[in-house]
């Protein structure tokens, strides 16, 4: 026990120093605490450091991406080693499939420009220029807009990406920190829906969130108990406190 304690304070110390830009208010020391301890108990009885961490992790990422080449040289790229079947005779199955196509640009458009930017390396500038608002005199105020920058770049990705008109966008939030993912809630006319996409992991910010991952207990009305990852938990309950502020009902 005494070397756990040890082995968290060292960790806690590292992670301290290692993440003081992304933030150091009470918030941000209570997370780096709870890191330090999943750290601690992962490897305790080990002597590695961050950057031995960041080496595996690197090394994870190739070995994916060599399956991956594997499986697009593969003369049978459909072998259950690397995809999974799916059964389009099954009305249920093939909506599935359908849906998860259809429902993945409001997805990629909560990533906004950079991703957009990532997949149109050549020309995307020149789309994303057709909704930014960089002339002062032609600025379009957008109560709708939270978190972006002065030009809006980040709701000119959003539109961008998901090739939606600008009013379909009811609400767009592009604020990122700890517990806090951007996230838009859009109307999809084509599934008489309302969407709500929300950003998965981008910024360093997102990976303290990701990082700080015990768990947390949740108890609903005649439901068992059980528990999720705490990082996301707490946003989505930030999520939630932001969409029962009135946007949901505009």
Same mark, same amino acid.
């Given at each position: 026990?005494?070397?756990?304690?040890?082995?968290?304070? /060292?960790?806690?110390? !590292?992670?301290?120093?290692?993440?003081?830009?992304?933030?150091? =208010?009470?918030?941000?020391?209570?997370?780096?605490?709870? /890191?330090?301890?999943?750290?601690?108990?992962?490897?305790?009885? #080990?002597?590695?450091?961050?950057?031995?961490?960041?080496?595996?992790?690197?090394?994870?990422?190739?070995?994916?991406?060599?399956?991956?080449?594997?499986?697009?040289?593969?003369?049978?790229?459909?072998?259950?080693?690397?995809?999974?079947? %799916?059964?389009?005779?099954?009305?249920?199955? !093939?909506?599935?499939?359908?849906?998860?196509?259809?429902?993945? !640009? +409001?997805?990629?458009?909560?990533?906004?420009?950079?991703?957009?930017?990532?997949?149109?390396?050549?020309?995307?500038?020149?789309?994303?220029?057709?909704? /930014?608002?960089?002339?002062?005199?032609?600025?379009?105020?957008?109560?709708?807009?939270?978190? =972006?920058?002065?030009?809006?770049?980040?709701?000119?990705?959003?539109?961008?990406?998901?090739? %939606?008109?600008?009013?379909?966008?009811?609400?767009?939030? +592009?604020?990122?920190?700890?517990?806090?993912?951007?996230?838009?809630?859009?109307?999809?006319?084509?599934?008489?829906?309302? /969407?709500?996409?929300?950003?998965?992991?981008?910024?360093?910010?997102?990976?303290?969130?990701?990082?700080?991952?015990?768990?947390?207990?949740?108890?609903?009305?005649? #439901?068992?108990? +059980?528990?999720?990852?705490?990082?996301?938990?707490?946003?989505?309950?930030?999520?939630?406190?932001?969409?029962?502020?009135?946007?949901?009902?505009?």
């Amino acid at each position: 026990h005494r070397r756990w304690q040890l082995t968290h304070s /060292v960790w806690e110390k !590292r992670f301290r120093v290692a993440c003081c830009f992304a933030g150091s =208010d009470e918030k941000h020391q209570i997370a780096y605490k709870e /890191v330090a301890e999943i750290f601690a108990y992962l490897f305790c009885d #080990s002597s590695l450091v961050l950057s031995d961490i960041a080496a595996g992790l690197v090394l994870v990422q190739q070995e994916h991406l060599e399956r991956e080449h594997a499986m697009l040289n593969s003369e049978n790229p459909l072998h259950p080693e690397y995809s999974v079947s %799916l059964n389009f005779n099954d009305p249920l199955e !093939r909506k599935l499939f359908q849906d998860a196509v259809h429902f993945l !640009r +409001f997805a990629l458009g909560s990533y906004s420009w950079p991703i957009y930017m990532y997949m149109n390396p050549c020309f995307g500038c020149c789309k994303l220029y057709s909704h /930014v608002s960089l002339c002062p005199c032609k600025k379009i105020a957008r109560n709708n807009v939270s978190g =972006d920058n002065s030009c809006y770049c980040g709701f000119a990705g959003a539109v961008s990406i998901t090739e %939606l008109n600008s009013a379909d966008i009811v609400y767009a939030s +592009f604020e990122n920190d700890l517990y806090r993912a951007p996230f838009m809630v859009v109307l999809d006319h084509e599934e008489e829906s309302v /969407v709500i996409a929300v950003r998965g992991t981008l910024s360093f910010q997102d990976i303290i969130t990701d990082l700080t991952a015990s768990t947390h207990q949740i108890e609903l009305p005649n #439901s068992p108990t +059980f528990h999720v990852h705490k990082g996301m938990y707490h946003t989505a309950v930030w999520v939630k406190e932001k969409l029962d502020d009135g946007i949901l009902e505009e």
